[in-house]
């Protein structure tokens, strides 16, 4: 185990010299009984539905969502590391929880750079989810990909729907600090 700035995750590969893993909460009883549910769900869905595809089938098409949210946070996670990498930001690793991901990344004092930033994921999965429609309609995919691919896009455009919400520790709410920052600052200066 690796820890960076109190988060502890297991090192799974690097990106372009960007640490990948896996942070430490998917062992513990909220992960594990995250990623219980997330299995058993979409499992007992498929389980009900289209009896002439065989058992093993139906579990796997229904163990997908595991891949498509790693996948969906994984794409959002790698949107903030390239905006930080073009506003001239280190980047130390992406962590991907039950809950989430975090990018481990050198701070600004720039609110355009922070609110840019924070765009960065909530964007990188709108083009990912748009993407992904395109690939269902351009390839024709039938069955067990059709569906993953579906998924995959929903979970996509969910994702950066829900991230622009100014709550929490949602990235709309670090854009909303930002244009916040950015509006005191003048702001100040004149009060002086």
Same mark, same amino acid.
């Given at each position: 185990m690796y820890? $960076?700035h109190?988060?502890r995750f297991?090192p799974?590969?690097?990106?372009?010299?960007v640490?990948?893993?896996?942070? =430490?909460?998917? &062992? #513990?009883? *909220?992960g594990l009984? @995250? &990623? @219980?549910?997330l299995l $058993?769900?979409?499992?007992?869905?498929?389980?009900?539905? #289209?009896? /002439?595809?065989t058992?093993?089938?139906?579990?796997?098409?229904?163990? /997908?969502i !595991?891949?498509?949210i790693?996948?969906? /946070? %994984?794409g959002?996670? &790698?949107g903030h590391v390239? =905006?930080s990498?073009?506003a001239?930001l280190s980047? *130390?690793? !992406?962590?991907l929880?039950p809950?989430?991901?975090v990018?481990i *990344?050198?701070?600004?004092?720039e609110p355009a750079?922070n609110?840019?930033?924070? &765009?960065a994921?909530p !964007?990188?999965n709108a083009?990912?989810?748009?993407m992904?429609i395109? %690939? +269902? %309609?351009v390839?024709q995919?039938e069955?067990?990909?059709?569906?993953f691919? !579906?998924?995959l +896009? =929903?979970l996509?455009l969910?994702?950066?729907? +829900?991230? $622009?919400?100014p709550?929490? =520790?949602m990235?709309?709410?670090?854009? $909303?600090?930002?244009?916040?920052?950015?509006?005191?600052s003048p702001?100040?200066?004149?009060a002086d």
């Amino acid at each position: 185990m690796y820890t $960076l700035h109190g988060i502890r995750f297991l090192p799974v590969g690097r990106i372009d010299g960007v640490q990948l893993g896996l942070d =430490a909460s998917w &062992l #513990d009883r *909220r992960g594990l009984g @995250v &990623l @219980v549910m997330l299995l $058993l769900a979409p499992m007992l869905g498929q389980l009900g539905q #289209d009896l /002439s595809s065989t058992l093993w089938v139906r579990l796997v098409s229904g163990m /997908s969502i !595991v891949p498509a949210i790693l996948l969906t /946070s %994984l794409g959002h996670e &790698l949107g903030h590391v390239v =905006a930080s990498r073009l506003a001239g930001l280190s980047v *130390r690793a !992406v962590v991907l929880a039950p809950q989430g991901g975090v990018t481990i *990344r050198a701070g600004s004092d720039e609110p355009a750079v922070n609110f840019l930033t924070a &765009l960065a994921g909530p !964007v990188a999965n709108a083009l990912l989810g748009v993407m992904c429609i395109w %690939l +269902a %309609l351009v390839l024709q995919l039938e069955g067990p990909f059709e569906t993953f691919i !579906v998924e995959l +896009a =929903a979970l996509q455009l969910l994702t950066a729907a +829900a991230n $622009l919400l100014p709550i929490g =520790a949602m990235d709309g709410q670090r854009m $909303l600090r930002a244009l916040r920052a950015s509006t005191a600052s003048p702001a100040l200066a004149v009060a002086d």
